[in-house]
């Protein structure tokens, strides 16, 4: 699943269900762009005559429907995230956190060779555009709660639990 620099400003959209609300997917026509819940935080506004129907969004559901129903733990979806190469450097970081496991933004700052930036590493992960695949939700406070998520609190302790049965139940 590599995480590179957004290719073109062609856009496609659409929206599907799934077990944590509906999730608006962004393409490029190469790779996916963006997946955003409703609400979340930086999610673009989409106009109803602007949404197209992408190739891309083909293997995007079809991935994230065996994810959710506990068949998939990784994700083979080309990524075309837009970010500055630091933000970038944070989410590729991000995709190799195992399924099932949780980091504190300390660890993931010091992954990415920014041992002091936890704030500027946590402000990256809040800005992670490809919620779930780039599994931002896995990022937890130091002291083991489940410190701020974009699409909610509630998302992040389901998605938490799909991947770690009882763990993170409240």
């Known amino acids: 699943m590599p995480v590179t620099q957004e290719a073109t400003a062609r856009s496609h959209a659409t929206v599907v269900a799934s077990p944590i609300g509906d999730l608006l997917l962004t393409s490029d026509g190469h790779g996916l762009t963006g997946l955003y819940m409703s609400p ?29 129903a506990g068949r ?28 099932g496991e949780t980091i504190s933004y300390a660890e993931l700052a010091r992954r990415v060779g920014s041992p002091n930036g936890f704030c500027a590493v946590g402000q990256a992960n809040g800005r992670n555009p490809i919620s779930v695949i780039v599994p931002c939700h896995r990022v937890i406070g130091a002291d083991g709660s489940l410190a701020g998520y974009g699409g909610g609190a509630d998302r992040k302790r389901f998605l938490l639990d799909l991947e770690s049965p009882g763990r993170w139940l409240a």
């Not at 083909?58 to 991935?63: G, L, N, T």
């Not at 733990?73 to 989410?91: N, Y």
């Open 40 to 68: 979340h935080k930086g999610r673009p506004e989409i106009d109803h005559a602007t949404r197209r129907e992408d190739p891309v969004f083909d293997d995007v559901i079809s991935e994230l429907d065996a994810y959710f």
């Open 72 to 99: 998939r733990e990784t994700f083979d979806i080309q990524l075309c995230p837009a970010g500055t190469p630091f933000q970038l450097r944070v989410w590729a970081e991000l995709s190799r956190i195992p399924y």
